[in-house]
């Protein structure tokens, strides 16, 4: 695995379309100096999708601290939240 791979991580938001999804998820990648490459997101009806590309390389916990971070934040919401690191995502994902 490249250092990039260990450094990118693939963060998906799945539930119902509320106010302050996209703020609560992005204020824990702000807090931990996470940065968002690239991220998409859509309405299928009241169902909410996001996916979040990020750089984890600046944050000053773990891989694993922030995904539960990420997790908790996406409880509060009632979301269900992932993250993986990118070559897992791209594996699992490939077609």
Known sequence: ???????????????????????????????????????????????????MLVDISKTKISFEELKEELQSAGQELQMKVMAQHEDVFRYMHRI
């Open 1 to 51: 695995m490249e250092l990039e791979d260990k450094n990118r991580i693939v963060i998906t938001v799945l539930g119902e379309d509320k106010v302050g999804i996209v703020a609560k998820m992005t204020g824990v990648l702000a807090k931990y100096e996470a940065n968002i490459l690239d991220i998409s997101q859509t309405l299928l009806q009241d169902l909410f999708a996001m996916i």
